[in-house]
């Protein structure tokens, strides 16, 4: 049972949400990578560079001690200062840069995840270096109430031209990742579902 736990979430995403947490947030950070989903993205917008900074690393060691790959969320100098070669951004973050930060920015990163909503975005994106691309919004979900779902004839269409894997984001659970799996993602990324697992 363990095992098929396991390999059910080998294809997602962590995309963390500490006001979603009940009880507290590093044993849940760890509850959730002993499941050995593919990666985390540790987003928490709110910190403070100085409180992300901190709690970016004591993430980072939990992921590294059960081997699921950390992307820090915007902070560039963060995860530059505190080696992590992974970090996720948005297209007009990727936009504002010059043409010798985008350089930069691919010499200091194995892994670039950019968050696309449109098939041009994810175009741009891996033109500029990314290596993978977090599409939404593909159902409805809590996060963004009213917004209607792009649904997954949008992600088969990103999917079929797009030479980087892409990992669908917005009311994703394990039935939906197979849904976008089967339309061409690599995976889907959950929010909700393992900042409230239990």
């Not at 709110?46 to 915007?74: N, R, S």
């Not at 599409?135 to 792009?150: N, V, Y």
């Amino acid at each position: 049972m363990i095992i098929f736990m396991c390999k059910a979430y080998q294809h997602t995403i962590v995309i963390t949400n500490r006001s979603l947490v009940q009880g507290d947030y590093l044993t849940q950070i760890r509850k959730v990578c002993r499941l050995h989903p593919y990666a985390l993205i540790l987003r928490e917008k709110d910190l403070e560079p100085w409180a992300y900074e901190t709690l970016a690393g004591q993430v980072m060691q939990i992921c590294e001690e059960y081997g699921v790959i950390c992307f820090l969320h915007f902070h560039a100098e963060i995860a530059e200062k505190l080696g992590c070669r992974n970090i996720h951004i948005s297209i007009p973050f990727l936009n504002s840069l010059t043409l010798d930060e985008k350089k930069h920015l691919r010499s200091s990163f194995d892994r670039i995840s950019v968050s696309c909503h449109q098939k041009e975005e994810a175009e741009l994106a891996v033109k500029c270096g990314a290596t993978q691309i977090v599409l939404g919004t593909i159902f409805e979900t809590a996060c963004k109430p009213g917004r209607i779902g792009s649904g997954t004839d949008f992600v088969r269409s990103v999917c079929r031209n797009c030479q980087v894997p892409v990992y669908a984001i917005g009311g994703i659970n394990l039935e939906r990742v197979k849904l976008v799996m089967e339309a061409g993602a690599a995976g889907g990324c959950m929010m909700s579902a393992f900042m409230e697992l239990p």
